[in-house]
Structure formats: structure tokens, C-alpha cells
């Protein structure tokens, strides 16, 4: 099919600073090189992303105040614009937009999952399970960022297992330029790196419970990029274990790769994770990686071990060991670039494609 003459629009709640907002938005860069037009939809036209999206695309913003209000005003968009087909993100979406296929049933419908369900804080697994089974049988497929999340899916859902497919998030991987600008240090210092919200399921607390176990004779330095409402506690951590002269918290960075690159290692302290985009990112930048095993993307994008060590969840002293073992190893970094081609943005959105066009 000529791919020219097909849109697709991507549905968000807004454009605020998240994993599944930035991976959105490289999905839909990529597509728009292919020669596909791109419209994003926003129920409420806000967040980091914004000035980005609007650059580059389309967006809509569908005023929608309360989700109840979202199936109509997606059936009018669709009546108006008549895409080929709408990527939907988050569960609340992706039933609205099931919905709203009813009166548009010859727009492709992709549902994209990015965390496992069992572990979702706003809907109770059961009504999960009951509503996803109905309504989810409505759409064209089902994308799990990983076969974790996909594998949770299939078990707490029915006649499902038909429409599920795994497709890892696309990542886009660093300016080369910018690698070549990689700094020598002038004192023997390890950076250590945290990427991510800072809120209560992403643990940072645990990471720097670690850091503080972690033998002088490391000099090493932690910074924490990313914001949240659980800055100020962990603020407060710091302190309280003396650690704050060796932590900066950098807040939200557009870019992550000009910290990445003049890093020693990255660090993920989550509870759970979909996917893990900080992981892919590092990797890329030929980063050694520690993660908590969570549920449910670290253990396969680091491949069992293969691109860096892998400790269990709430384990500080397992953690701050790993830490050690990963700055002493200093794997490959060529071996950990190879493992980054996975995520790469034409390799998924050609999979995206072949899904809904």
C-alpha cells in the first residue's frame, strides 16, 4: 500500500513528561519519515512535550475534562478526519477508544499496553480483567512493550491471546555527534545515573540507600534526573544519611543523553516496570546497567544478565554490590550498543505499520 496517503492518530491524555508520552512521540516521528501524516490527540492540551509535539505534528485537543466525554468526541474526530487507524495509550483510553470503533469499525484500532496490569494502581485487576476481555475484543491488536506485560495480559483476561503481540518501544538512540563530545575526566570520579519520575513506584528511595553503602575509596557521584512528588522526600533521605553533598537532583531533561554520555553506569531502582526506556537509552550509550528484577521489561531487555546485573526489588545491599561489581567490570561498550538495536524507532514503527495499515 502507499503509505503516503494514510494517517494515523496517536491518542494521549496530554503531553506531559512520561515514558509512554516520549516513546508516542518517537513512534510518531518515525512514521511521519515514512511518509505517513501524524495527528496526535490529547484529552487536555498540556505538558513538557508539548512545544515538540506541535513542531512536528498535528494536535488535536479533544477537551475532554472527564473520560466518560471521550468516545463521543473521538467518534467525531474520526467522522471528520478519517484516519486508517488510532494508536490508543493507558487502559481508561483504550476502552473509549474501543467504543468509539463501534461507529467507525473501518478505522484500524492498536491498544498499547505499557505496564503490566496486575500491578496498576488505578483500576482493580478484576475490573481489568472483565472489561478488557469485553471491550478490548473491539480493537485490531493489542501491543505489549514486553512479554511480560503481554504474558500478565493474557492471564487475567479471556480470548485475548489472538490479538496480543509484543513490540518493544521504539527508542531513539543519541546524536553521534554527540558521543564524540564524550569528556575526559580530570578526576577519577563514577558517575552514577537515575532516569526517571520521581514517584513512589519508581523506588528512588532504594537507590539512594544504596549509593550511601557504596566504600569512599569509589568517589563516586550520583545524579538523579527527573522530577515528581517525591522530590523533596528523597531530599530529605539524602540528608539524613549524610549523602547530600554527593547527590545532585538535575530535575526534567529534555535531552538525556548529554548526562548519559559522561556516565559511569545507570542505575533503575523501580517496583515495576512495562519496559524500562532508561535502560535502552543507557545501552545505547554503551552504559553497563543495574536494575531491580521487576515485573516486567528489565530482565528481558538486559537479557538475563547478558547487558548488566539484574538485583531484587527493595534490596539495598544486593544493589549497592551490584553497583560495585558493574564500575569495576566496565563491560564492552560495543557489546552494549548491540544490544540497544532492538528499540530502534524504523525497526517498531514498521511493525507498528504492518499492524494497522
Known sequence: MNKKQKKIAILLPSLKFGGA??????????????????????????????????????????RCDRTYKLPYNLIKYAFNNHPDGIISNFFKLNLCACIARLFSPSTGLILW?????????????????????????????????????????????????AKLVTIYNPIVPPNQLLLKKKFDKKYKRSIIISLGRLEPEKNTSLLIESFALLPKELNARLLIVGDGTERRKLEQLCIDLNVQKKIKFLGFINNPYEILINADLLVLSSNFEGFGNVIAEALYCGLPVVSTDCQCGPRELLANGKYGSLVAVNDKNNMANAIKFELKKR??????????????????????IDLII
Not at 126 to 146: D, G, H, P
Open 21 to 62: 508520552e516520549r516513546v508516542s512521540l518517537n513512534l510518531a516521528t518515525e512514521m511521519k519519515l515514512q511518509g505517513i501524516s501524524i495527528d496526535i490527540l490529547v484529552m487536555s492540551k498540556e505538558g513538557e512535550y508539548l512545544a515538540e509535539a506541535e513542531e512536528k505534528f498535528k494536535v488535536y485537543d479533544l
Open 113 to 161: 499496553e505499557h505496564a503490566p496490569p496486575s500491578m496498576g494502581a488505578l483500576c482493580p485487576i478484576w475490573l481489568y480483567s472483565l472489561l478488557a476481555s469485553i471491550f478490548y475484543q473491539f480493537s485490531t491488536k493489542v501491543v505489549a512493550v514486553s512479554n511480560g506485560v503481554a504474558a500478565d495480559i493474557a492471564s487475567r483476561t479471556i480470548g485475548l491471546n
Open 331 to 352: 563491560r564492552l561498550p560495543e557489546i552494549q550498543k548491540y544490544g540497544a538495536q532492538r528499540f530502534l524507532p524504523n525497526v517498531i514503527a514498521n511493525k507498528f
